[in-house]
C-alpha cells in the first residue's frame, strides 16, 4: 500500500536518558522539523529525571522502566514492538545488555562528554568525567559519538570535537561548555547516521 510504505519512510528514533534531558530537547527540536525521521519516545529509568518533564513539554511520549527491565528484555520488546530504527542514549547511565545491542546492530549510539578512549568506562558519566579531566591537568577536553556494545563507552568511534580546558575550570564550567559543543553536533551526526540506515523491517 502505497501509504504505508510512504510512513515507514519516516525513520523512528527512540532516546534512552536518566537525567535532565538537555540533548534529548534538541535532539526532539531538530527531528520535529525534519521530513526523514522522528522521535517517538523518550525511555528513561529515573522517575525525577527532568528529561520526562520536557518530553511531555514537547509531545513526545516517554516510557518509565527499571533495571530490571532492561535486563529481562523488557526494553527491547517495547523498542522492537514501536519498530524503532534507531536507538540514542543521551546521558543514559545503564550498561547496554548484550541482547539489546545485539538486537540493534550498529543501530544504538551514545554520546561522551571526553575524548574518548580517555576518561570513559564505569562510573565516568556528567561531572564525574569533567572532575577527572581536569584533575588530570588536560588542556583539552570533548565529546565522542560513538556505536553503543556491552561495554561502557567502547564501541566504534563516529565522531569527535574538542574544546579547550581553561586555566581555573570547574567541572560546572567545563561541563556548560561541553553541553555546547554536544548541543552543536549531536543532532547533526544522528541526522546523518540515521539518513543512511537502511529501513528497519
Ligand atoms: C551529557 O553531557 C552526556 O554526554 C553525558 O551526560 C550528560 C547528559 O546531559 N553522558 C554521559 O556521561 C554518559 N557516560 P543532558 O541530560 O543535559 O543531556
Redesign the pocket.
Known sequence: MAGRSHLRSVKRIAIL??????????LIEHFAGSAGAQVVLVGCDQPA???LQRAWDLGVPSYLFNAADLRNGTVQRELQALRIDLVV?????RLIPADLVNAFPERIV?????LLPKF?GKG???H??HHAVIAAGEQESG?TIHYVNER??EGEHLFQATCPVLPGDTPDTL?AR??AL?HAHYPAVVEKLVRALPPTP
Do not use: K, T, W
Request: without cysteine.
Open positions: 536518558a536518566s537525567g535532565s534531558g538537555s540533548n534529548a530537547q534538541r529525571a527532568g528529561v542514549l543521551a546521558g543514559f547511565l551514545n554520546i561522551h562528554p571526553a570513559g565516568m558519566y556528567g564525574n568525567v565529546i561502557y563507552d561541563a561541553i553541553h554536544e
